[in-house]
């Protein structure tokens, strides 16, 4: 693909420094519709980031479309901060219907506001005034959000020295594979909690995502989470399940840790839970935590309702009849058998490869070179980005309506890139 240079000046002259994306991908977007976005001079890109996982129905879903452009003809409530709307009973309804009791989960609904670390601050809040303590357990290369609360359990040092300040009450412990089974699971953590000299006062709560996307698309065993369940239950503390990225079925199952038969204390869902990647947020706990004083924790934008019907629709359109997870786990096999094939391409030891459902990564030994692939592909007309502590993973995160055709035409494309950068 032949790419010209785009007039970037109002960006680099006004926006912030701070901007990211952008840096990797040189050109200005105009459209999307499905698995593509197009920019201004008319070049194709196949989306293999689907907004970091905001977008698991793809762009501009047409049935998600229809039934938000319906609801803003009819002048529907769009901001209604906590209120009673008829848009919000609508999502309430589908979830509990759809989600909530096929699967036997308890869990009330609180809409926190409108991000994912919004989520996380409240889960962590919530803990904290459960339990009457302060301390919260997170896990190596974990990343839970931007503001200050997530980043005391995030792990990447980068993020967290953006702070500025102490990062406190909370302590990270071995993520799944971290000691590569040197070490018997949860040995360390269990030696702290039950040594008084150990330093580490009884946590509240413990934080996990199941598969880490940022930390580098680390795949937590299922017998791992059911471990760390029943040490949460033995030892009083409970359990947060991040399932911001890897929930809406992002893994398979709509909830990313029913693969693992476990169920959280406190579950943190956004990016995709309005399928239409408008903002929206929720954070799910058992009935007997909801010891919230009313206004105790609130935000001027927790009640999206755009995002309430966008989000309904999603789940009566794609979670109603259970195809959706059947059609992730077919896909993620196919993702599976090209990167196989790719790693097989190279010398023994210089990549690996994991993932679940429609979650995947490629990490290289020569940690520059995940860049300079996401680079190439750019350049082939894909879009890709990287994870890991030093951005040494190629990180694929198609959407969940992805065509086995474009999937195809995408790992093609990623074969081509890595190919070309040896």
């Keep these: 693909m032949t790419i010209t240079q ?3 000046s109002v960006f680099e002259t006004l926006e912030s420094e701070v901007r990211s994306y952008c840096r990797g991908w040189p050109t ?3 459209r999307a519709q499905g698995s593509h976005m197009y920019d201004e001079d008319g070049h194709t890109y196949l989306d293999f980031f689907a907004g970091a996982g905001s977008l698991n129905y793809g762009h501009n879903n047409p049935v998600l479309k229809r039934a938000l452009l319906d609801y803003l003809e009819r002048d529907g409530v769009t901001h209604g901060l906590d209120m009673s709307t008829t848009a919000k009973r609508a999502f309430l309804e589908s979830f509990q219907n759809t989600i909530l009791r096929p699967r036997d989960l308890p869990y009330k609904v609180m809409f926190p506001g409108p991000t994912g670390t919004n989520a996380v601050e409240s889960a962590l809040k919530l803990a904290r005034k459960v339990k009457g303590r302060e301390a919260i357990v ?3 290369n974990a990343f839970h959000g931007m503001s200050l609360g997530s980043l005391a ?4 040092a980068f993020k967290r020295a953006g702070a500025g300040i102490p990062l406190v009450h909370g302590t990270p412990m071995p993520f799944d594979h971290y000691l590569d ?5 949860f040995l360390w953590f269990e030696r702290l909690l039950e040594d ?5 006062n009884q946590p509240a709560a413990v934080i996990v995502e199941t598969v880490q996307g940022e930390g580098g698309i680390n795949v937590a065993r299922a017998e791992w989470l059911r471990g760390l369940a029943d040490l949460c239950e033995r030892r009083d503390m409970l359990l947060i399940v991040d399932d911001i990225q890897m929930g809406c079925g992002r893994t398979g199952a709509f909830f990313s840790f029913e693969e693992a038969g476990i169920t959280p204390d406190i579950v943190t869902v956004s990016k995709s839970i309005s399928g239409y990647g408008l903002p929206m947020a929720l954070t799910l706990f058992k009935p007997e935590l909801d010891i919230w004083e009313p206004g105790e924790h609130n935000g001027t934008f927790r009640g999206n309702n755009p995002a309430f019907v966008t989000a309904a629709a999603a789940l009566d359109t794609y979670w109603a009849d259970g195809q959706m997870e059947k059609q992730t786990l077919a896909r993620g096999e196919q993702v599976e058998r090209a990167l196989r094939a790719i790693v097989d391409e190279l010398p023994d030891g210089e990549a690996e490869y994991r993932g679940r459902g429609l979650v995947w990564g490629i990490e290289f030994t020569q940690k520059e070179r995940a860049n ?3 680079a190439r592909a750019f350049e082939l007309g894909l879009l890709i980005e990287t994870s890991g502590p030093e951005g040494e993973v190629v990180k694929l995160l198609p959407a969940l309506t992805i065509s086995p055709e474009e999937l195809d035409e995408g790992l093609r494309t990623l074969a081509r890139a890595v190919r070309e950068t040896a």
């Design 28 to 30: 200005v977007f105009d």
């Design 138 to 140: 997170s896990f190596t």
């Design 196 to 200: 008084q000299g150990s330093g580490l």
């Design 181 to 185: 089974g040197q070490v018997p699971d």
């Design 372 to 374: 300079a692939i996401a």
């Design 153 to 156: 359990v995030t792990g990447n």
């Design 6 to 8: 785009p007039d970037l």
